[in-house]
Every structure is written in C-alpha cells, then in structure tokens.
C-alpha cells in the first residue's frame, strides 16, 4: 500500500509539477513543502533594527522614535515591496495556505535574532479580526505570528482583551490614508482595560502600509495605561 502512494505522488509529480508560487519554476523535492524556491527564498532580506512609524527611518533603541507624537515602534521583520514576500503573506492570508508558517516562522526568528532585544516583559496581543471576518477567513493571521513570537520570546500572548467591534471593509480596498483612517475610526475597544495599564505591548499584525489599523489599536491600549508599545509586523510597505 505504502508503495501504491509513493507511485501514486510520483505520477501526480510529473503531470503536475509543484511550482513556486512567485518565479513559477518547477520546485524540487527539498523545496516541495516550502512552496517557495530557496532562489526566491534567499531574496528576502531580513532587518536588524526598529524603525518610526511616520518617516520608516531606522532608529537604533527601543527607547523612542523620531517623532515625538508617535506613540509606539514599529519592528518590521522585512520590506513589502519584495515580491516575494508579498505574494507568501498574499497566499498565507487569502489563499489559507498555512504551511506558509515554514517559511515566515524562520523569518521571524532571525528578525528577533537580528534586534538582540529581550522581549520577554512584553505582552503579545494580535491585531485582531472582526468575528465576521474571522468565520470567513477561519483564522486570524496575526495570531499564528505572534505564536511564533511567544515561543522565541518566552512573551505572554493575550488574545481575548482588544476585540474589533466593528466591522470595517479590508484596508487594502481603501483608496487612500483618508479613507483608511475613517475606515478603521472606533473599530476597537478593550474588554478589561486595567490588564494593560503599565503594561508593554507587541501589538502584532502581517503589514504595516499606512499604519492606520495600529495607530488606532495603539490608541485604545494608550488611553488604558500601556506603557512601551512596539507594532510588529512581517513587513512594511
């Protein structure tokens, strides 16, 4: 029977070969699973520091940004402009391919690798989803990220305090900051506020692009007490 699979897979290989999911070429054996070329794999460059939030300059502490009105860090894994890891956040999150965690969970780890910050103190919260939105899609993105955070950082993850109360259209269907901004306004509240006050926070999503959706979480969590508040993400844009 074990013999019948094999050849089964081996037929289904030839006449359809797995490909990557960016460049299209025809994957091997090793690289199967990954759904990814290690080529295509390897172009990834991954960060080594924090960076504000408003001008994306690096900054080189966790202490401050370079605008005093930014209320938090944002700690970006990659750059979204590389093709490849948009199309991987792109399937991971549209498309549900999961498995994706194979690639994006070693990602991760060398980002926290990279910055040499002890994270631990910190409590994880995933951006979260409306629970329209998370019966659709059937899981929240942000919350397999900050798993991956958790588990590197020994961090507590707290999923069940920030809730998304209003049902808001994707961010990527906005057509500007503008109406990203009304779009998001008022989406999020807390449902025990004094477990955040003196906290530090890694507020977790998969982009950051105008930075509405964090700005207004970080809101909530600062106008409950949150003390540091770093916004991590896969990539930034």
């Given at each position: 029977m074990e013999f019948i699979y094999k050849?089964?897979?081996?037929?289904?290989?030839?006449?359809?070969?797995?490909?990557?999911?960016?460049?299209?070429?025809?994957?091997?054996i090793d690289e199967k699973n990954k759904k990814v070329c290690e080529k295509c794999?390897?172009?990834?460059?991954?960060?080594?520091?924090?960076?504000?939030?408003?001008?994306?300059?690096?900054?080189?502490?966790?202490e401050k940004t370079c605008h005093k009105e930014i209320k938090f860090l944002l700690?970006?894994?990659?750059?979204?402009?590389?093709?490849?890891?948009?199309?991987?956040?792109?399937?991971?999150?549209?498309?549900k391919w999961k498995s994706l965690m194979v690639?994006?969970?070693p990602l991760i780890n060398n980002y926290l690798d990279n910055l040499s910050q002890d994270l631990k103190s910190f409590i994880i919260i995933p951006i979260p989803l409306h629970k329209d939105r998370f019966k659709e899609r059937g899981f929240n993105q942000s919350e397999y990220i900050a798993k991956v955070i958790s588990e590197k950082t020994k961090a507590e993850i707290n999923t069940g305090n920030l809730k998304?109360?209003?049902?808001?259209?994707?961010?990527?269907?906005?057509?500007n900051l503008e109406e990203r901004v009304k779009n998001i306004k008022n989406c999020f509240a807390l449902e025990n506020p004094e477990e955040i006050k003196n906290k530090n926070i890694l507020l977790v999503d998969d982009?950051?692009?105008?930075?509405?959706?964090?700005?207004e979480a970080v809101k909530i969590l600062k106008q409950s007490g949150a003390k540091k508040i770093i916004a991590f993400v896969l990539a930034k844009a």
């Open positions: 050849l089964k897979n081996i037929f289904f290989d030839i006449l359809f070969p797995s490909i990557c999911l960016n460049c299209k070429i025809n994957l091997t794999i390897d172009s990834i460059i991954i960060y080594s520091s924090f960076f504000c939030p408003k001008c994306k300059n690096r900054v080189p502490t966790q700690a970006p894994v990659t750059d979204y402009q590389n093709p490849v890891i948009k199309n991987i956040i792109r399937f991971f999150k549209y498309k690639i994006i969970t998304r109360i209003k049902a808001t259209k994707t961010q990527a269907d906005s057509k982009v950051f692009t105008s930075g509405s959706t964090m700005t």
